[in-house]
């Protein structure tokens, strides 16, 4: 699997991908696409959207990182997973899933309907 990174990401620095390997434990997943990578397991992210992983990032840590995302500043929190809606990865905290061109109008429909269906739970919880 080292050799497998190594051999995908050969313009980036050996260090680095050993210390975002390690960091994996339980998902020794990378997926990569032509500008950037995902780690599943640990929280962390890198400036000039290098690196994006879950489990629980806080969104005021991400929004540090708005300025890199271009056109569409945004991110939605699921659960312990958060996606950024400018062509970069999404990942879950138990999986690797990448995607080069998200379709932003989509995404805030989506976003309209998890805040419309959450009123709907406080107002019945309540």
């Not at 271009?70 to 995607?99: M, R």
């Amino acid at each position: 699997m080292i050799f497998t990174l190594i051999f995908h990401f050969g313009n980036i620095e050996d260090h680095k991908i050993k210390g975002n390997f390690a960091k994996l434990e339980k998902n020794q997943k990378l997926v990569t696409t032509d500008k950037s990578f995902i780690a599943t397991h640990e929280s962390f992210v890198a400036p000039n959207n290098s690196y994006v992983a879950t489990n629980g990032l806080p969104v005021g840590y991400m929004l540090q990182y708005q300025v890199k995302l271009g056109q569409n500043p945004k991110f939605v929190q699921i659960g312990k997973s958060y996606i950024a809606t400018n062509q970069l990865p999404i990942a879950t905290d138990d999986s690797s899933v990448t995607t080069i061109d998200l379709h932003v109008p989509l995404m805030e429909k989506s976003i309209t309907i998890a805040i419309d269906c959450y009123g709907e739970w406080i107002e019945k919880n309540n």
